[in-house]
């Protein structure tokens, strides 16, 4: 008999959390309800929540919107520019930003004003057309230099301007602490380089769980959708610890039994994977392993 656990520290985060919240709230009022982009970057939840009528539309179809209308922002954030497109089309916005992607844009766009005399270089580290990226570097104006790893640090910063560098919430702190290190050494000398930890504790705190977890059994599906930033961390990190480890983004995706040799299965997910879908996993997996 195989034993399966569902990793306690896996599931939704208090941002996505909040998001969701907000949108059956509204929509147990009135529907539809758009939101601009897929609320989550889960098909499965994005699906239960259209069937209660949240309907995702992109850039385009917010500027074909009819005035009056209601849009989610979701917790990624939007740029100034979004902003100013609903306020100027009547648009009514529910803004579903989590409070710590709403500091840092504030914490960008403050820094980006006090450090324009100084021709500095704000940088953020982070996936390049992720939303919350563009949300980032809609507070500088779209100055804002992304980077995604320290080879394009290398070619794209210029090390004789002071640098101002960021992190998408969703990073990996390690990485991060890699790509400061790397900049301190190619420095010129006395110029300023300030760097600020912006990632989101609630991913930050998973890790050593997460690898305590992976480490503890014989075998991992960790969930998430192929498109969460913050999956990818989490999963890398998990294969690192336990190398059985299986990127799924459904339980359609087991489609065989797990080997002999395998006596304990850990499930666990991205701060975007619903608890319910790790609980479908856990019964597929028991379906095929009785
Ligand atoms: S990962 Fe952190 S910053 Fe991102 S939505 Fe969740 S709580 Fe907010």
């Known amino acids: 008999m195989i034993d399966i656990e569902i990793s306690t520290s896996a599931g939704f985060c208090f941002g996505v959390v909040n998001a969701i919240n907000q949108a059956e709230q509204y929509l147990s009022k ?27 539309i992109n850039y385009d179809q917010l500027r074909q919107l009819p005035g009056g209308e209601k849009v989610l922002f979701r917790a990624h954030g939007e740029a100034p520019w ?16 989590c409070p710590v992607v709403l500091q840092l844009q504030k914490r960008i766009r403050r820094t980006y004003e006090r450090t324009r005399a100084d ?22 104006n ?18 004789s301007k002071p ?4 992190s998408q919430t ?18 010129a000398p006395g110029i300023t380089f300030k760097h600020y930890d912006t990632i989101c504790r609630q991913v930050a705190n998973r890790i050593p769980e997460l690898i305590d977890f992976a480490r503890s059994k014989d075998w991992i599906y960790f969930i998430a959708g192929k498109n969460s930033s913050n999956g990818k961390v989490l999963f890398d990190t998990a294969q690192k610890a336990n190398p059985h480890t299986t ?3 459904s339980p359609d995706e087991i489609t065989a039994p797990l080997p002999d040799w395998v006596r304990t299965v850990g499930i666990s997910g991205a701060t975007s994977t619903p608890t319910w879908l790790m609980e479908d996993v856990a019964r597929k997996i028991r379906e095929l392993n009785p």
């Open 30 to 56: 009135s529907r539809p309800l758009h939101s601009l982009g897929e609320i989550v970057h889960n098909s499965q939840e994005v699906d239960r929540l259209s069937q209660k009528g949240l309907q995702a």
């Open 82 to 97: 979004v902003y100013d497109l609903a306020k100027e089309k009547d648009i009514h916005i529910i803004d579903a930003t």
């Open 119 to 140: 021709k500095a270089q704000i940088v953020i580290f982070g996936k390049k057309g992720h939303a919350e990226v563009n949300g980032l570097v809609g507070q500088t």
């Open 142 to 159: 779209g100055e804002a230099i992304v980077i995604e790893n320290t080879a394009e640090a290398l070619a794209l910063l210029d090390f």
């Open 163 to 166: 640098i101002y560098l960021f």
């Open 170 to 187: 969703t990073k990996s702190s390690r990485d991060y602490t890699e790509l400061i290190e790397v900049i301190q050494a190619h420095l």
């Open 247 to 249: 990127f799924i983004s």
